[in-house]
């Protein structure tokens, strides 16, 4: 055993997707267009919010946040698995798959604490809506974005370190399309308790409390509108909560259960699989469910493309 310890492993193989060959290029196309919406949808958002004054409220802002968390999520692992779906090459370095984890903890931490931002932000603006202004000063949403990106860098931070302290042996090949944490420890010939402890009490930190805070949140506005029960409040509730809580389930349902929840049935295949709902299809849908939906974007999107046309028309 010894003599694997000393074994340095300079670089990693990813396997990338379970897809016969002759699917290869029609996968290759459908996650092609399913980045690219991803990208454009989240630049439009961020663009949309920056140039529109109208839109420089707590909710646009920590839309915006989320937005580029989005898209630099999905940016982590996306590019990579589109290069290794047309190459033959499938090694990553060991310095790049630390670093390519590091980033996908980070900006997947970031789109969990921004999402309990949100949810606050709506109950509020339902709950509360006399005395939104006050409770939603500038300086508590600059503190609700702030924080996100300060806890998020610690974070990831501490399971980088704590992975990097690992012993990696002959085998190098990651069945993945990513450098996940589970599938690196499995690699590993070191012992790897302490990583899983703090997996599991971060986890229950970054995940579990504020997968909670946001059902609380959503919750109380379903609660709060049926005191006073319409046919128009209820369609309202439900259209708000109803898409929302979808992504956040579809978000925090898959992470759980691959890192909080580990089964020993779960196959290589099924884990792929999860994790595609959360590194690629999330990031995608949010943009349609938060924001391109809303009647202020698409109110949005009219100004500012209206006023470019102005010059030409006059």
């Given at each position: 055993?010894?003599?694997?310890?000393?074994?340095?492993?300079?670089?990693?193989?990813?396997?990338?997707?379970?897809?016969?060959?002759?699917?290869?290029?029609?996968?290759?196309?459908?996650?092609?267009?399913?980045?690219?919406?991803?990208?454009?949808?989240?630049?439009?958002?961020?663009?949309?919010?920056?140039?529109?004054?109208?839109?420089?409220?707590?909710?646009?802002?920590?839309?915006?946040?989320?937005?580029?968390?989005?898209?630099?999520?999905?940016?982590?692992?996306?590019?990579?698995?589109?290069?290794?779906?047309?190459?033959?090459?499938?090694?990553?370095?060991?310095?790049?798959?630390?670093?390519?984890?590091?980033?996908?903890?980070?900006?997947?931490?970031?789109?969990?604490?921004?999402?309990?931002?949100?949810a606050y932000d709506r109950y509020v603006a339902i709950?509360?809506?006399?005395?939104?202004?006050?409770?939603?000063?500038?300086?508590?949403?600059?503190?609700?974005?702030?924080?996100?990106?300060?806890?998020?860098?610690?974070?990831?931070?501490?399971?980088?370190?704590?992975?990097?302290?690992?012993?990696?042996?002959?085998?190098?090949?990651?069945?993945?399309?990513?450098?996940?944490?589970?599938?690196?420890?499995?690699?590993?010939?070191?012992?790897?308790?302490?990583?899983?402890?703090?997996?599991?009490?971060?986890?229950?930190?970054?995940?579990?409390?504020?997968?909670?805070?946001?059902?609380?949140?959503?919750?109380?506005?379903?609660?709060?509108?049926?005191?006073?029960?319409?046919?128009?409040?209820?369609?309202?509730?439900?259209?708000?909560?109803?898409?929302?809580?979808?992504?956040?389930?579809?978000?925090?349902?898959?992470?759980?259960?691959?890192?909080?929840c580990p089964s020993a049935n779960n196959s290589t295949v099924k884990e792929?699989?999860?994790?595609?709902?959360?590194?690629?299809?999330?990031?995608?849908?949010?943009?349609?469910?938060?924001?391109?939906?809303?009647?202020?974007?698409?109110?949005?999107?009219?100004?500012?493309?209206?006023?470019?046309?102005?010059?030409?028309?006059?």
């Open positions: 055993m010894t003599g694997r310890n000393q074994t340095i492993v300079s670089e990693f193989l990813l396997l990338g997707l379970p897809i016969e060959s002759e699917h290869q290029n029609l996968f290759y196309a459908l996650f092609l267009t399913m980045y690219v919406t991803t990208v454009l949808g989240n630049l439009l958002i961020i663009v949309l919010i920056c140039l529109d004054p109208h839109l420089h409220t707590p909710m646009y802002l920590f839309l915006s946040n989320l937005s580029f968390s989005d898209l630099c999520f999905s940016s982590v692992t996306m590019p990579k698995l589109l290069q290794d779906m047309q190459s033959q090459d499938l090694s990553i370095p060991y310095a790049g798959c630390l670093t390519q984890m590091y980033f996908f903890l980070f900006f997947g931490d970031l789109e969990s604490f921004l999402l309990v931002a949100m709950c509360f809506p006399l005395h939104y202004t006050t409770v939603m000063s500038p300086r508590l949403c600059l503190f609700l974005v702030v924080l996100p990106w300060i806890l998020t860098t610690f974070h990831a931070m501490l399971h980088t370190l704590l992975m990097a302290r690992l012993h990696f042996c002959d085998d190098n090949v990651i069945p993945h399309f990513f450098c996940d944490m589970s599938a690196l420890m499995k690699l590993s010939c070191s012992d790897t308790r302490v990583n899983e402890l703090v997996i599991f009490i971060t986890g229950g930190l970054i995940l579990v409390i504020p997968f909670l805070l946001i059902i609380t949140s959503y919750t109380r506005i379903v609660s709060s509108i049926l005191k006073f029960p319409s046919v128009r409040g209820i369609r309202k509730a439900f259209s708000t909560c109803g898409s929302h809580l979808t992504v956040v389930s579809l978000f925090y349902g898959t992470v759980i259960g691959l890192y909080l792929t699989v999860m994790a595609m709902m959360y590194t690629v299809v999330t990031p995608m849908l949010n943009p349609f469910i938060y924001s391109l939906r809303n009647r202020d974007m698409k109110g949005a999107l009219g100004r500012v493309f209206w006023k470019k046309k102005t010059p030409f028309s006059l």
